[in-house]
């Protein structure tokens, strides 16, 4: 893994990195003004923005004031072929990350794709196996990995300060309610989306899999439907780990919560630290206790402290400055395809369990959120 520079955090405010590269933009929803925002940030040449709805499109280009003359198109196709980007982010629905990422890569762009990386297993691998034959660079969204406080705490982790890990606990208290549902038709279904694990919490998941080791070998998941019939998937799911390490982890995630989020936590617990991340998005070291004593808990609190506006926090500044340094001096991004195939596959697995009742080894070769179409049918 590339060793991540600081220095991108403030890529905003020293000007971004000098390379300059062509870019557009698929998808132009809820997510889309942090890339916009990023890429504008990192000096990108915004050439193009993509969206069947016109309406998505020109909403961007108030909001942003962007050039009157920026290219709109409705089919993406269309915008690869006559716009020629270098990097393009995907930030459609789920389930058509993947098709699209794999023709981005057949037309030379280099891409940074919203989680989930795609909804299958199958097309998580060949667009990874695809990118190394390319030679292109892909990126997948998990930006909290950029947040101060977990760059701290992964910093622990690297200098072994936790000794021996013991286990994990990635904890996503959140509220989605039916207006939330109703204004995208696509979330919450098998075919697009997945449930409450793969759409809500699948950040959280991600920094508790990377921070404990990587390598999972037993995967057992609970999920159930409980509040919101009208949605296909879960709203409700909860998972041990077993990591090849010797480590545990513990998930708990729900979109249920009365009446508003509560809480997102990532807590590691070692025999010789005990730390605590939270806040709306990790974006808080709560609790930081090492033997050590090499630094002060106090301080740190007070040093890695970020208050974001919304849940998907100050990330996506620093990791388009990351991908724009890594297609420049061509080594794999920070957060890589690889990686967003990990996150997929966690998730995948805790699906698996729960319907088969059993649980479940890692590594998987297939598996995709359409198997389990019709899990919660009465």
Known sequence: MPVFNRQYRNAEVQGGTSMTLRYAIIGCGRISPNHIAAAVANHLELVALCDIKTDNMEDKILK????????????????????????????????????????????GCNLIIEKPITLSLAEADEIIHKAKAKGVKVCACHQNRFNKSIQKIREAVDKKRFGRLFYGVAQIRWNRGYEYYARAKWRGTWEQDGGALMNQCIHNIDLLRWMMGGEITEVIGMTDKLNHDYIDAEDLG?????????????????????????????????????????????????????????????????????????????????????????????????????????????????????AAGTSVALPMKQCNTIDFKGRFKS
């Open 64 to 107: 942003f004031n962007l050039p009157a003359a920026i290219h709109t198109y409705r089919d993406y196709k269309d915008m690869l072929e006559r716009e020629k980007p270098d990097l393009v982010a995907i930030c459609t629905e789920s389930g058509l990350h993947g098709q699209i990422a794999l023709n981005c890569i057949d037309a």
């Open 238 to 354: 909860i998972a041990l780990l077993r990591f090849k390490n010797g480590s545990y982890g513990i998930i708990e995630g729900t979109t249920n919560i009365y009446p508003q989020n509560l809480e997102e936590t990532l807590c590691i617990f070692g025999e010789k630290g005990t730390v605590k991340a939270g806040g709306q998005s990790v974006n808080l070291i709560e609790e930081w206790r090492f033997s050590d004593l090499l630094d002060d808990p106090d301080e740190v609190k007070a040093t890695y402290h970020e208050n974001p506006p919304n849940v998907y926090g100050y990330g996506h500044i620093p990791l388009y400055a990351d991908v724009i340094d890594a297609i420049k001096n061509n080594r794999q991004p920070y957060v890589s395809a690889e990686d967003g195939r990990s996150a997929l596959e966690l998730v995948l697995a805790i699906y698996k369990s729960a």
